[in-house]
């Protein structure tokens, strides 16, 4: 059996999965589990707060433009200790792009946004139905539990 030291849970991938319904009412629910997994990971709020607008954002892209009767939409997160993944699945393989929006316009900045916070960006075909967007953020480490019963 092996005991995991310091070093293990520094390397050691955290990951946190759910699907949902796709629907825009289930954003705000993906945002806030989001937010719950990593601060059990122990992210400071700032990195938090930059992963959940990205998994808002990806997550309501999701909803509005990779909706598909009968699928359900998934968001994942992988962090690393100075890294996180966010990954989030719908049931089209349309690719995503940006769109030219106006002063007035209350949408098409999200991909923008998302690539202005994340270190780099993509999609890829998810099988069998579906892509996934993703993004890679840069984060602090995440902080040690001070209640750890192990020295």
Excluded at 68 to 75: A, D, I, Q, T, W
Aim: charged share 25%.
């Amino acid at each position: 059996m092996h005991t995991m030291t310091p070093h293990d849970r520094q390397t050691a991938p955290l990951r946190w999965q759910m699907q949902f319904n796709p629907v825009r009412k289930c954003v705000p629910l993906a945002r806030s589990l989001a937010a719950k997994a990593l601060t059990s990971w122990g992210y400071g709020q700032e990195d938090i707060d930059r992963v959940v607008l990205v998994c808002d954002e990806l997550s309501a892209n999701a909803v509005e433009h990779g909706n598909r009767r009968g699928h359900l939409f998934e968001v994942r997160l992988t962090a690393d200790g100075p890294h996180c993944l966010v990954e989030v699945s719908d049931a089209t393989r349309t690719p995503p792009h940006s769109i030219a929006a106006g002063e007035d316009d209350e949408g098409g900045r999200g991909l923008l946004l998302v690539a202005a916070l994340a270190e780099e960006i993509g999609h890829h075909d998810r099988h069998p139905v579906g892509k996934t967007v993703w993004a890679r953020l840069s984060l602090g480490t995440p902080k040690e539990d001070e209640t750890s019963c192990t020295s």
